[in-house]
């Protein structure tokens, strides 16, 4: 059975919804290709499509606590699934089938649908950008291209009487290049990607996608290590939103909170955490945008959830279990991987919102610092706030002019305390994208940021 309109009727799967304090069915059927060139050859590709139904139900028990039943089949069979539902739900009460409902359908309209496409052209794409990287660069030792589309059709039923079908293709373009010069070894990488369709191909300059990252590469093996210690920093909004998403994002997810493992801001609902001007926003609804999607995967309708505002926490990324525990509704951040997990509060498009200072007054104001145009990977300890990033692009700043590149630097700090400190924020707007990973689920995601200034921040380097 496909998820669609034509195929998915209530009626068919009414019976499943019978037990819990809530319960629901999520269909999904998929399918996807990837293809990895690397060696200047293809080596390999991966395509395959996945069906299956998951089935959820919450029970509160007598000391208030939430109990999660959860089980999926590899189908989407009405009959498999009651069978699944009955042993789920063996020795409980049941309860009547919710009354019939219309299906809400929510389409993405694609100008060029990804499969539509011969693997032979995604393939001659990947050998021209290679061609080009190793043609026009010097000291390249290796180049990775890695091209992915995924298409996925899902449909949510519940006890609160939602009906909802949804679709989500994405597309990602990703270019990694390692250069080596005297034993020395530098990588530089680009990734888009997007809620799009081919035409992220268009919106995207392919080729100067591989050339900034190739460029980025070779640049580095010339720069000289960066300087450790305490410095002021300045993060463009090119940067892309890394920042924000580990010091500050996971920790603002609720099932965090609850458990213990986010106690800077447990309890801190209304209390001041940043300077006035800071305003921090998850956003599902934005157009096309990796982390973008109509309703969450307990069919809970997109909206923007501000979580900072004016520098005042007012608000955790919540889905329906970590609602039911604090006593209110979820305000639609309830993710999964697919529908054999059960989803958890996740991040969508984390961004903080612009500011009102021009951009090339905070770089111009920097007397000696770090200047960081691109994160590299980074961690967060939630308990701790204690992150670490890797500064994939960055430049030693004098007088407010630019001096050389860096290489090999790293940020360190404690997430709260960094973003308390923040004092100026510009009004430009960068993103990055990425896929979130959290207990062994993998989302995708964006994280936005303007230009900042963060007045001390250790940077590890070498030391003078």
């Known amino acids: 059975m496909n998820v669609d309109a034509a195929s998915v009727r209530h009626e068919d799967w009414a019976p499943a919804l019978t037990g819990g304090e809530y319960g629901e069915v999520f269909l999904e059927n998929s ?66 089938p919710p009354p019939f409902a219309r299906p809400e359908v929510f389409r993405k309209n694609l100008l060029l649908v990804p499969g539509d496409f011969p693997m032979e052209e995604k393939v001659a794409l990947l050998a021209k950008l290679d061609g080009i990287i190793r043609s026009e660069f010097p000291h390249i030792r290796q180049v990775h291209l890695a091209y992915s589309e995924r298409e996925r059709r899902f449909a949510i039923l519940d006890t609160d009487g939602a009906f909802k079908i949804g679709e989500r293709v994405t597309m990602a373009l990703g270019v990694s290049v390692t250069a080596e010069k005297k034993g020395v070894l ?9 809620l799009k369709g081919r035409e992220l191909l268009v919106d995207y300059d392919a080729v100067r996608i591989a050339r900034r990252a190739a460029r980025s590469a070779v640049e580095k093996l010339s720069a000289p290590v960066a300087t450790a210690g305490q410095m002021p920093v300045v993060l463009a909004s090119s940067a892309g939103g890394t920042f924000v998403h580990e010091a500050i994002g996971h920790s603002l997810e609720a099932d965090h909170v609850q458990e213990g493992t986010s106690p800077h801001y447990a309890g801190a609902i209304g209390k001041t955490i940043a300077n006035e001007f800071l305003t921090i926003v998850d956003d599902p609804s934005l157009p096309f945008a990796r982390g973008s999607f109509p309703f969450d995967d307990e069919g809970l309708p997109a909206r923007a959830t501000p979580l900072v505002e004016n520098g005042v926490l007012v608000d955790y990324l919540y889905d329906r279990t970590t609602a039911l525990r604090d006593g209110r509704a979820s305000n639609g951040h309830g993710r999964r991987e697919s529908f054999r997990n059960k989803p958890i509060p996740r991040m969508s498009n984390l961004y903080i919102a612009p500011g009102k200072e021009d951009p090339a007054a905070i770089l111009r104001d920097l007397d000696k610092g770090l200047w960081v145009t691109k994160m590299g990977g980074g961690e967060v300890n939630t308990a701790t706030g204690e992150f670490v990033f890797g500064v994939d692009e960055g430049y030693w700043v004098e007088g407010g002019k630019i001096r050389h590149r860096v290489r090999d630097a790293n940020m360190l700090g404690v997430g709260p305390d960094v973003l308390r400190s923040i004092d100026r924020l510009g009004w430009d707007m960068g993103w990055g994208v990425g896929t979130c990973g959290k207990q062994g689920q993998g989302v995708p995601v964006s994280d936005g940021q303007p230009t900042l200034r963060i007045p001390s921040l250790l940077i590890g380097g070498r030391e003078e």
């Open 31 to 96: 399918r996807g290709t990837a293809v990895s060139f690397e060696d200047s050859r293809v080596t390999e590709i991966s395509s395959g499509e996945d069906r299956g139904t998951g089935l959820r139900y919450l029970e509160r028990g007598p000391d208030g606590s939430i109990q999660t039943l959860h089980g999926a089949i590899n189908a989407i069979d009405p009959s498999e699934a009651r069978r699944l539902a009955d042993s789920l739900l063996a020795g409980r009460v049941r309860k009547s």
């Open 186 to 194: 530098q990588s530089g990488s680009e990734v888009i990607s997007g």
